[in-house]
T-cell receptor, first 112, second 113 residues
Framework: QKEVEQNSGPLSVPEGAIASLNCTYSDRGSQSFFWYRQYSGKSPELIMSIYSNGDKEDGRFTAQLNKASQYVSLLIRDSQPSDSATYLCAVTLSGGYNKLIFGAGTRLAVHP | SQTIHQWPATLVQPVGSPLSLECTVEGTSNPNLYWYRQAAGRGLQLLFYSVGIGQISSEVPQNLSASRPQDRQFILSSKKLLLSDSGFYLC????????????FGEGSWLTVV
C-alpha cells in the first residue's frame, strides 16, 4: 500500500471554477500535512500546511483535513490558467523525526 | 530570511562516472536536510535525510551516498553513475524537530548517458 495516494489526473477545469484535489494517506499517526505546487521543470513550492481537523483557508486556497478518514484535500476557488501545475500532497510520518513523504501528484489543467 | 542553494543546475554525465551535488542553507542553524529524487513523470522519492553534522539516514539502498560535513552543507555523491540515476535531484531543508515545513532548492537535472 502506497503511503500517500493521489489521483494522477489530469484534472481539467474551466477558468473561474473550483478545482478539488484529493489525497489519502496510510500512516494513522501522521500529524502534519502539506500541499505543494510544482510547475513543469521547477522545484515544488509550498501552498499550505494543515495540522488540525477541519478547514484552513488562505486566499483562494482551502485545505481540508479529516484524520479519522485519513484524507486531506485542497480546493482552489476561481481557478486561473496560472494554477495549471502538478499539486503534491505530502505527509509527515510518525516516528519522531521530520520525514516528509509525497504523493505522486495530481496534474491540474485550467483552460480559458 | 532563509535561503537554500544547490548546484550544479544541470549536468550530463556518462555511465560509470562520479557525481557530486552540493547544497547549502543560509539564515538558519541546525536544520534538517534532505535529498529527494524525482524521475521523469514520477513523484518525489526521499533518498537521504540528516538531523545533524555527520548524521545521515538512507531511505533507499542504491549507489548514492550523502554527507554533511558542516551544519548547513549537504552533499550527494556517487562513485559510479547508472543510467537509472537520471532525474531531478532536490535538496531541501526544514527547521529542526518534527512537523515543520520543508523548503526546496532549485533542483539539479542529471542525465546519465
Amino acid at each position: 500500500q502506497k503511503e500517500v495516494e493521489q489521483n494522477s489526473g489530469p484534472l481539467s477545469v474551466p477558468e473561474g471554477a473550483i478545482a478539488s484535489l484529493n489525497c489519502t494517506y496510510s500512516d494513522r499517526g501522521s500529524q502534519s500535512f502539506f500541499w505543494y505546487r510544482q510547475y513543469s521543470g521547477k522545484s515544488p513550492e509550498l501552498i499550505m500546511s494543515i495540522y488540525s481537523n477541519g478547514d484552513k483557508e488562505d486566499g483562494r486556497f482551502t485545505a481540508q483535513l479529516n484524520k479519522a478518514s485519513q484524507y486531506v484535500s485542497l480546493l482552489i476557488r476561481d481557478s486561473q490558467p496560472s494554477d495549471s501545475a502538478t499539486y503534491l500532497c505530502a505527509v509527515t510520518l510518525s516516528g519522531g523525526y521530520n520525514k516528509l513523504i509525497f504523493g505522486a501528484g495530481t496534474r491540474l489543467a485550467v483552460h480559458p | 530570511s532563509q535561503t537554500i542553494h544547490q548546484w550544479p543546475a544541470t549536468l550530463v554525465q556518462p555511465v560509470g562516472s562520479p557525481l557530486s551535488l552540493e547544497c547549502t542553507v543560509e539564515g538558519t542553524s541546525n536544520p534538517n536536510l534532505y535529498w529527494y529524487r524525482q524521475a521523469a513523470g514520477r513523484g518525489l522519492q526521499l533518498l537521504f535525510y540528516s538531523v545533524g553534522i555527520g548524521q545521515i539516514s538512507s531511505e533507499v539502498p542504491q549507489n548514492l551516498s550523502a554527507s554533511r560535513p558542516q551544519d548547513r552543507q549537504f552533499i550527494l555523491s556517487s562513485k559510479k553513475l547508472l543510467l537509472s540515476d537520471s532525474g531531478f535531484y532536490l535538496c531541501a531543508w526544514s527547521a529542526g524537530g518534527t512537523g515543520n515545513t520543508i523548503y526546496f532548492g532549485e533542483g539539479s537535472w542529471l542525465t546519465v548517458v
